[in-house]
């Protein structure tokens, strides 16, 4: 069973930065396999916010291009989002994930609460 594991989350006030991280059980480095963040806010669906395939490439949600930015270190299997500039809309629980193709399923964190207030 894969393991996910964020960390990171928290409290912080409009404009301010948090960098979320989350720790895989197992290598996140194949390039079969494509990580990514997803939030969810209370009332509203599950989105995308940003991913990073096993080949490097990202992409981001129109709301957080600019501001968010994904990344992995392979040699820890853990991946990071940078968050910055961040807004009262951004606030949710996050959630990390990994569509693996080497097990043909998709595994999930337990998620971390962020809330961005004054």
């Known amino acids: 069973q894969v393991q996910l594991v964020e960390s990171g989350g928290g409290l912080v006030q409009p404009g301010g930065s948090l960098r979320l991280s989350c720790a895989a059980s197992?290598?996140?480095?194949?390039?079969?396999?494509?990580m990514g963040w997803y939030r969810q806010a209370p009332g509203k669906q599950r989105e995308l916010v940003a991913a990073?395939?096993?080949?490097?490439?990202?992409n981001y949600a129109d709301s957080v291009k600019g501001r968010f930015t994904i990344s992995r270190d392979n040699a820890k299997n853990t991946m990071y989002l940078q968050m910055n500039s961040l807004k009262p809309e951004d606030t949710a629980v996050y959630y990390c994930?990994?569509?693996?193709?080497?097990?043909?399923?998709?595994?999930w964190g337990q998620g971390t609460q962020v809330t961005v207030s004054s």
């Open positions: 994930n990994m569509r693996s193709g080497r097990y043909f399923n998709d595994f």
């Open positions: 197992i290598s996140i480095s194949s390039i079969l396999d494509t």
């Open positions: 990073i395939t096993g080949g490097g490439s990202t």
